[in-house]
């Protein structure tokens, strides 16, 4: 054995749950070398003895030949003394603190556990949940790291003889995969009514559900994440009662399709779009709808994209197909599949938990008995065309609305390592962000902080990415806000020190830490509301950041507009519409008609002597206000039932044969500058009242601010040297300003930095925090 070599090898990353280990087994066998690999709170330590080559060959193979799934951050090899190993074995899992794991995301059922499953003569035959080493729950059923079967939700299901069989076999692709299982030894699966009185079991209750739903009933179905809310897509009067029963009147409506084939019949798909539905990952996938789908017109009322994905689990693909037997040829296989909760309150996840807060809402629940630990909803994703975002173009091909299953807890890398910090987020779209290193982990999107319920969920996912990362920070960062009640946590506890970061700051060291930047910038936060340094709300806002020396600057903003009422006037944008036209002069009778005054002419006066006392009246400079604005005084939306309706439906309005746009003046005598976004507002209620069609008015008061934008920026530029230009903010969700904006800048000679990781609303502000906090506390 002396002329034997031995080599140790830590390797870090997202190793955990991919099927690392059976991979470094098998490379290990291949080349002849004795030693063992095992899990480790640092990621895998290897040690490979054996013949130099070979052990020269492992080292070069390790990382080139990674499973599909696994990611490397960190790979160290020293030289270690032969102990004389000729047999390769996988250790047992070591505990203890460390900063270098990455849990693997939850990952959509592979091609081989489908045929497992389709396999009449397989002990896996219709089983729902069939999974392997490359595919399956991972960071939805993970307590805590090693990832082994019992830190996970597995842990109370031991093996029979046949899985553990498969578990031991190098050969096997079941091989040391943690949540395998199979009916003998697995979870159960069974239908209930509302009261939990059990109707059948196993596969009978999967037909069963199939039936009911294909009768009209609305159902509860345990998923991998939490519970959905499901009924028959094409069914009025089903789609009726669930959004009745949900209390979600109007904002769209997910569905789910057996295959590709099924979803190309519902909506206009291109390679983008399949790739995302039939990928690992399987978000909602925002794609044109077709007309005459066949589906319920209430399924997106407001919007002409249907979200559409495909089944990602084993029970998902038993559904489905069960459903479309039921549903017979001449309706559409397709279920909705909302969220699992009522509105404002998170997604539920345990079986009474369900039964308890969802009888009022689904006839029957389709329950199985493998828990749930990490509440997490699906993401959802928009591709665009190769025409709106070609692949060397500065628009990222995707634009992500929530990131939550599939793609938590993969990190984003920073630029700079530091200290371990905690972004709390803020008040909507929530999420949390904790920092290792150089890598920051975004939580899974929790929601709206206005609960208490949904408050408890935020502070769960806190607590468990704290102890699943064996992370303690040194720091966090907050909001402004001292109402929002991430801000208020921050502010009562003691175990940190706190700092603090405006809102739109936020977004733009979000955009800039996706970009790995350390490098000044300028920042178009084109958003809703957040409160501003001034003690007004801001919102659309170009700031000039510089990360280096954590600073930001207000360079210029939209033209200020009041809101009546305060959050009155968020919730009824006929209001700001009413502010913006008296702050250019109107009054209600003395020009144009008001299209909002038809049945509430005395809140109108009301509003009116609000505006003329400047009584609850609070200022905003916001994108997202000045949208609301436009479509209540072209008479698209007086009243909104969910955050951005109004700007959803000016922007479906438009008619986008117009070419021509609107003026939006640089107002730039004096400091900050200002974008005359007032004048866009006269400009299109001034044509609309002359009869022009609304389609043509929507589209020049687009093309006119991005226009605008793009000249506000190019002057900043010129001004203070800086080229980059970073586009964040709710507003960038829109299609027409995700997809002209980024060009517009390009023309203008600036290079412009957009969102690839992460949405561009509030989802993201965890992230800027975070990084801010990373570059304060290194210092």
Request: charged fraction near 20%.
């Amino acid at each position: 054995m002396s002329h034997h070599v031995r080599c140790r090898h830590i390797v870090a990353g997202q190793v955990q749950g991919v099927g690392f280990r059976p991979f470094v087994y098998r490379l290990a066998t291949e080349l002849a070398l004795g030693g063992s690999v095992r899990n480790t709170p640092e990621g895998v330590v290897i040690e490979v003895e054996g013949a130099p080559g070979a052990v020269t060959a492992f080292g070069e193979r390790l990382p080139a030949e990674i499973p599909p799934l696994a990611r490397l951050t960190r790979h160290a090899v020293e030289a270690v003394p032969p102990l004389g190993e000729t047999a390769f074995r996988i250790g047992h899992s070591a505990a203890g603190a460390g900063h270098d794991v990455l849990i693997s995301p939850d990952v959509a059922t592979c091609p081989d556990c489908l045929a497992d499953m389709a396999d009449p003569t397989n002990r896996r035959y219709r089983y729902p949940f069939t999974n392997c080493t490359n595919c399956g729950p991972r960071h939805t059923i993970t307590r805590a790291i090693p990832y082994d079967r019992e830190t996970t939700s597995m842990a109370c299901f031991p093996l029979c003889p046949d899985c553990a069989a498969e578990y031991a076999d190098p050969a096997d692709r079941r091989f040391h995969a943690e949540p395998v299982a199979c009916p003998a030894c697995g979870p159960r699966v069974w239908l209930t009514d509302a009261s939990g009185a059990r109707l059948a079991e196993g596969d009978a209750a999967i037909t069963a559900l199939a039936d009911r739903l294909a009768q009209g009933a609305v159902a509860a179905v345990k998923g991998l994440g939490g519970f959905h809310l499901v009924c028959d897509a094409a069914d009025d009067a089903a789609v009726a009662a669930l959004r009745r029963r949900k209390g979600r009147p109007s904002k769209a409506l997910a569905v789910m399709t057996p295959d590709l084939a099924a979803a190309g019949r519902l909506a206009r798909l291109d390679a983008r779009a399949e790739a995302l539905l039939s990928g690992t990952v399987r978000p909602i996938v925002l794609a044109p709808a077709r007309p005459g789908n066949g589906l319920s017109e209430g399924i997106a009322p407001d919007t002409d994209e249907i979200g559409l994905m495909l089944p990602y689990t084993p029970l998902h693909h038993l559904l489905l197909a069960a459903y479309a037997v039921a549903a017979g040829p001449d309706r559409p296989a397709a279920l909705v599949m909302t969220s699992g909760n009522a509105g404002g309150e998170p997604i539920r996840l345990g079986n009474r938990e369900a039964l308890a807060r969802l009888g009022h809402i689904a006839d029957v629940f389709l329950l199985h008995d493998r828990d749930i630990l990490i509440r997490t909803d699906d993401s959802v994703a928009r591709p665009l065309t190769v025409e709106e975002a070609p692949d060397d173009g500065p628009v990222a091909p995707v634009l992500f609305l929530r990131r939550a299953r599939g793609y938590v807890p993969s990190p984003v890398t920073l630029p700079v390592s530091g200290p371990t910090v905690l972004g709390l987020g803020p008040m909507l779209k929530a999420t949390l962000c904790l920092t290792k290193g150089r890598e920051a982990f975004v939580s899974q999107h929790v929601g709206d902080l206005e609960s208490l319920e949904t408050f408890g969920f935020y502070q769960e996912t806190m607590e468990h990415m704290r102890g699943v990362l064996r992370a303690t920070p040194e720091a966090c960062v907050a909001d402004l806000h001292p109402d929002y009640p991430s801000t208020r946590l921050a502010l009562e506890q003691t175990d940190w020190p706190v700092l603090r970061l405006q809102h739109h700051a936020a977004h733009i060291y979000a955009v800039l830490a996706e970009h790995g930047l350390c490098e000044p910038a300028l920042g178009l936060a084109l958003d809703g509301v957040g409160l501003g340094e001034d003690g007004t709300l801001w919102g659309g806002e170009c700031l000039l950041v510089d990360p280096a020396r954590r600073r930001h600057e207000r360079l210029a903003h939209f033209s200020p507009m009041r809101l009546p009422g305060g959050d009155a006037a968020v919730r009824e944008p006929w209001r700001t519409a009413q502010a913006c036209a008296f702050a250019l002069g109107e009054r209600a009778g003395t020009g144009r008609p008001w299209p909002w005054l038809a049945g509430q002419e005395s809140t109108s006066k009301l509003v009116g002597s609000m505006l003329e006392k400047d009584f609850n009246c609070p200022v905003t400079t916001s994108c997202g206000r000045l949208f609301d604005a436009v479509a209540a005084a072209l008479g698209l939306c007086r009243r909104i039932d969910y955050e951005g309706q109004a700007a959803i439906l000016l922007e479906r309005a438009q008619d986008m044969a117009e070419t021509g746009a609107y003026a939006c003046p640089v107002v730039a005598e004096a400091m900050p500058v200002r974008l005359d976004t007032l004048a866009l507002f006269s400009q299109a209620t001034e044509e609309a009242a002359r009869g022009e069609p609304v389609g043509r008015v929507a589209r020049r008061f687009h093309l006119g601010l991005v226009a605008g934008l793009a000249a506000m920026a190019r002057l900043l530029a010129d001004r203070t040297g800086v080229r980059r230009v970073a586009l964040s903010g709710g507003a960038m969700q829109n299609r027409t300003l995700a997809t002209l904006l980024s060009p517009a800048l390009s023309r203008q000679g600036l290079v412009p930095l957009g969102h690839r990781v992460l949405p561009p609303n509030d989802g993201c502000i965890s992230l800027g925090q975070a990084f801010y906090g990373v570059l304060t506390t290194r210092m």
